[in-house]
């Protein structure tokens, strides 16, 4: 005779009280849109009894506010407290993340709407001289803006990293390091007027006053660049291990030679993004260009010998100073906005090359 032994009984689960429920997947996009729909719908009653126009502005903060008090209130019923702040703080978050957002595509949808007018094979090719009007372009501005920033970059990033190596390597926390890193601090804040001022006087003094070369206008910009190449450098230097540094002393190499071998190496990738930081900090700025460097219709070519213009300075020029007809200054102006954040595109995206290149490898 057989006994049948009987199947185990399924263990009774008890609701916590932190768990005693869960919203479905759909329930945050299903408020998002009520929220946003009942917002439309209060504006737009609220426009309509007083003539004004829709505010697509009000009805998106309408939006995401009714958004954060549903999605808290129904979580707390429904999940608990501690869900429901996580579902708010992570709404706070993303409604800051959208925020942030909305300046940069409208900035570039309407400098790629704006700049397609005059990107043609005609701007890339010609200067303005001798253009009235219509016509002319902006490679005496492209070729300005490269000559002065690759002369500014030659300049700042050898010294900037020199005094990144000592103040990690050699200061040690001394008074030196100390002073150096406080007024790399202050230097980082100043104004780029400030900057432009100090190199056209530096020169005045040498080749009297109304100077204007290109290589002034790089001294300029490297007084800029030579704080964020220092701090940016420092921190990525910080960041080695200490066990790297003391393996290589271990085997018998001097110092010198394992700050080059092992330390930049190890952390070329920060160096890299630090640099393209700073040159993208400086290639877009025009009050300390205006003053050094000046502005020119012709090409020049010579950092050393006469005015050069850059495409800020070109880009202010052609806006300020309209002639007849006006379009066609307004559409070379917005080309070299298009022209300048295509150039920071195509440098960042070389940085990144170059970072993943000569990173160091860490497997097989």
């Known amino acids: 005779m057989t006994t049948t032994v009987p199947a185990p009984a399924a263990p009774t689960r008890t609701k916590a009280g932190l768990t005693s429920g869960k919203l479905p997947n759909w329930a945050p996009w299903a408020l998002l849109a009520a929220s946003f729909a009942v917002s439309a719908a209060v504006l737009g009653v609220v426009a309509g009894a007083s003539g004004d126009e829709f505010s ?43 925020i942030a957002m909305i300046p940069l595509i409208s900035v570039s949808i309407t400098v790629i709407a704006n700049g397609f007018a005059r990107f043609d094979a005609e701007f890339f090719s010609t200067s303005m001289r001798g253009a009235l009007g219509e016509g002319g372009g902006g490679l005496h501005a492209i070729m300005g803006t490269l000559l002065i920033t690759l002369a500014a970059a030659v300049i700042s990033i050898p010294i900037g990293l020199m005094t990144a190596v000592y103040l990690v390597e050699y200061g040690a926390n001394n008074r030196l390091a100390r002073s150096i890193t406080f007024l ?3 230097m980082t804040g100043i104004p780029s007027i400030v900057a432009g001022l100090f190199a056209y006087a530096v020169f005045a003094l040498i080749f009297g006053p109304g100077v204007r070369m290109g290589v002034v206008g790089a001294i300029a910009l490297s007084v800029l660049m030579i704080p964020v190449v220092v701090r940016s450098t420092e921190e990525m230097l910080r960041l080695v291990p200490n066990e790297l540094r003391e393996a290589s002393y271990a085997l018998g190499v001097p110092k010198w ?23 993208a900090r400086v290639i877009g700025e025009t009050a300390p260009l205006l ?5 020119t219709d012709s090409m ?19 806006y300020a100073y309209q002639g007849i007809p006006a379009e066609a200054y307004v559409d070379r102006a917005w080309a070299g906005a298009l022209t300048l954040i295509l ?15 000569f990173a160091p490898k860490t497997g097989r």
């Open 56 to 98: 697509l502005g009000g009805w998106l903060a309408l939006g995401a506010v009714v958004y954060l008090v549903l999605i808290y209130a129904i979580s707390r019923i429904v999940e608990g407290g501690r869900r429901a702040v996580d579902r708010f703080i992570t709404g706070v978050v993303t409604l800051a993340f959208g």
């Open 300 to 318: 020049n070519y010579n950092l050393f010998d006469g005015r050069m213009q850059t495409l800020p300075v070109y880009i202010y020029s052609q």
């Open 343 to 357: 150039i920071v595109m195509v440098l960042n995206l070389v940085a990144r090359i170059v970072a993943k290149v």
């Open 291 to 295: 003053i050094t460097a000046g502005f």
């Open 184 to 186: 790399v601090d202050v």
């Open 257 to 279: 030679l394992t700050i080059v071998k092992v330390v930049l190496p190890t952390s070329i990738a920060g160096i890299t993004t630090g640099v393209m930081l700073a040159v």
